[in-house]
């Protein structure tokens, strides 16, 4: 009872909403913040997708039926992972992202899609959209100057 139980959505509406479940991110690049290697970094992967599948089979389990997993995006893009991450010329793409933190969030990603698929079929009555934030993301990158000129508004 109580002001806080007024607050919380009727039962019905944990059917109907949509969970957006983003997880993964911040455990990669936290690894690669406390000096892990590249395949370091990759071998905690299976330890993060199982807590994301006991996740989506909690929310399941409490009748949530519609999932958005978006999968990681392109890390070594990321101005703080290019920060103190020591690369050579070789392992910087032609967009100055690092090639070896961009492998280990393809391999996560990868994995990741794996995952979703299982889920399917397990869990038969929920909708998954996977969503592919990586590719997103890198192709506004790789397209800064094209895209940005196509959002001017206005000038001075």
């Known amino acids: 009872g109580g002001f ?4 919380m959505p ?22 690669y913040k406390l000096n892990m290697s590249n395949e370091e970094v990759k071998a905690i992967v ?9 996740t989506v089979r909690a929310v399941y389990a409490q009748g949530g039926r519609t ?15 290019l920060d103190g991450y020591p690369l050579t010329e070789a392992q910087v793409d032609r967009f100055g992202c690092a090639i070896p933190i961009n ?9 990741l899609k794996e995952l979703v698929d299982q889920l399917r079929k397990e ?5 998954f959209t996977y ?7 890198y192709n506004l990158i790789a397209h800064a100057e094209e895209l940005g000129k196509a959002m001017v ?4």
């Open 4 to 7: 806080f139980e007024s607050l």
């Open 123 to 127: 869990l038969s009555l929920a909708a």
């Open 10 to 31: 009727k039962d019905d509406y944990f059917a109907s909403a949509l969970y957006t479940i983003d997880i993964g991110q911040n455990d990669l690049t936290t690894s």
């Open 103 to 111: 492998e280990a969030a393809q391999f996560y990603n990868a994995k």
């Open 67 to 81: 999932f958005w997993i978006q999968n990681v995006g392109p890390m070594g893009c990321l101005p703080y992972m």
């Open 46 to 54: 299976p330890d993060v997708l199982s807590r994301y599948a006991k």
């Open 131 to 137: 969503v592919d934030i990586y590719s997103i993301k």
């Open 153 to 156: 508004f206005f000038t001075l």
